[in-house]
C-alpha cells in the first residue's frame, strides 16, 4: 500500500510530543492549596474507622490533631470539621449546635493555638445536632420549617466565629440563610468571618458514607423539600444569584463528580470563588475500586480532581487532600 502524506497546517500533536511542552502548554493544575481536607471528629477516645469510607474515620480530638498535623506538613491549609454528637446530646431544635464549649467550638481553639494561619471551615446545619436527622426544625406535620431553623443557624454561626472560625459553611439550604448569618455575624463584629455557601446541594444518592460517618441520617423522610432536586441545573444559577446578593464570599457545588456541569455553569455566572465537594460516595467508589486492584488509585485520583478544577473550581474538598499532597510532596 503506497503511504499517503497529509498536507496539514494545523497539527495538534505538536504540542503532546515532549514532557516538556506538555507541561508547558498545560492548561489545569492543582496543588494541596487548592484542596480541603473534611475531618470528622467525636468527643472520646480513639478513633472509629469508617467501614463505607477505608481510610477515615471518626477522629478524637487527638487523633483530628494528629491528622491535620500530616495534612499541613504537606501544605494542606485548609480543613472542615463535621462533628458526631453524642445522642444525648440532640433535640429537635439542634440547640447544641450553639453550644459555646461544644465539640466543635473547643476543637477550633485547639487548633488555633497550634496553627494559628490554619483555615478552618465549619458546617452550619442542624442535621448532627437533630434528634431527627435533619438540617432543619422539623414541625409535628413533617415539614422543615426554614424561618424558624435559620435562627438557630444564625446562633450556631455565632458560636463557631466567637471560637475562632475563618469560614462559615451553611449546608442546609434554607432560603434566606445566607443573608441572616451575614447580618448576624457583622453585627456581632464577625465582619472578616467569611461565607461558604452550600448555593447547589443535591438531594444526592451519594452522601450515604457521610451519614455513616456521622449517624445523621433522618429518622423519617427525606430532604428532596430543601436539597435541590438532581435534575436541574438552571435552578443553580438561581441559588447563585441569590447568595452572592446575600453576601456570599464564596459558591459550593455538591456533589462534585457528577454535577461538573453544574461547576461549569456556575463558573460561567458568577466572578465569585467556586468551591466543589468530592463526597463520601465518590471517595469509597475510588478507594473501592484501588483496594480490589482494578484502578491505579493514584492516577484516577489525580485525574477526577483535575477534571473538576477544569470544570471551573477554585477549591476541592476531598479525603484524599492528605494523601494528595503526600503525594505531591514525593512522600508516597
Known sequence: MTQRRLFLRERPRRNRKSAAIRDAVRETAFGP????????????????????????SRCSVAGLLAEVERAHGVGVRMVALFPAIDDALKDPTGTESYNDDGLVPRVIEQLKNRWPELMIITDVALDPYSSDGHDGIVAPDGRILNDETVEVLCRQA????RAGADVIAPSDMMDGRVGAIREALDDEGFSEVSILAYTAKYASAFYGPFREALDSAPKSGDKKTYQMDPANAREAIREAALD?????????????????????????????PIAAYQVSGEYAMLKAAALRGWLDERRVVTESLLGIRRAGADVVLTYYARQVGEWLAGEA
Open 33 to 56: 492549596e487548592h484542596l480541603v481536607l473534611p475531618l470528622f471528629v467525636h468527643d472520646g477516645d480513639g478513633e472509629i474507622p469508617i467501614g463505607s469510607m477505608p481510610g477515615c
Open 158 to 161: 455565632l458560636c463557631q466565629a
Open 244 to 272: 452572592e446578593a446575600e453576601g456570599a464570599d464564596m459558591l459550593m457545588v455538591k456533589p462534585a463528580g457528577p454535577y461538573l456541569d453544574v461547576v461549569r455553569l456556575l463558573r460561567e455566572h458568577s466572578t465569585l
